[in-house]
């Protein structure tokens, strides 16, 4: 029962997580991305599906984490030991090591031979809208390698770097990368940097590789993309499409034509 109560708990915390990315956007006055590539206006039966396994998937998954949180030393659990060395620093190190792997699978689901079998059902949106919705719209397998890859950049994290993280850090991981993909399948142009000439996350990137796959592999930074030469960066001249754009009331193109069926029930 233990079990089931927290997999409704975070059944809800997803649907908050989703609606605090679709959302925040408008909160932070950001600029909107114009659609340059195909908006998916209407959910198919197999997206509907893969969006509901993803999502079942979570709870198990944070499950596992925990359980491995809870026996791993270099994690610590009291207040006493909650610090910023221990919380805050060790996040751009985890965030490295988990994109440095990330890229690679997500480079290798582009393979000729491997794509048609994995990953081409994400791209079927080629301009993302729906935050979390759009970003966990992917096969079960991808879903599975993309997700499990969070604990395995603990894990290497925790086993090979002198360091100890508190489990408020690992969670701020989990829910700060949660955030980021959510932008990443959004409208919303929202980007940070450092001094602001080093950016260390921008929307744009990930909008560009739904349009143009063989760039900007990266989940949450384009730092390995830039180390490895695929980063594609975002050039606002593209041609845009006027008609392609966004109703803002509905979320679909301005030139959708709903199906014959849904026209007949109306």
Known sequence: MDKILFWC????ALEILSY??????YWMNAKQIPVRGKHLDELSPTDKLFIGLSKAQTGP????LLRYCSNEPNVLWTWEEASFQTILLPLPVIFIIYDFFYTILHWFLHIKAVYPLIHKHHHHQKAPSRATDDAVNVHPVEF????YNHLWALFLFCRFLPWKVHIAGVLLFLATGGVLAGWNHTRFDISFSLFGS???FDSKA???HHRIPQSNYGQYTMFWDKVFGTYR???PTDRVNPKAQLDPRTGKSLNYVPPLSSTKQQ
């Open 233 to 235: 960066p975002y050039d």
């Open 9 to 12: 708990i975070i059944m809800i």
């Open 198 to 200: 080093i950016t260390i």
């Open 20 to 25: 605090i990315c679709g959302k925040s956007g």
């Open 61 to 64: 998954f944070l499950y596992f």
């Open 206 to 208: 990930h909008d560009v």
């Open 144 to 147: 599975t390698l993309g997700e």
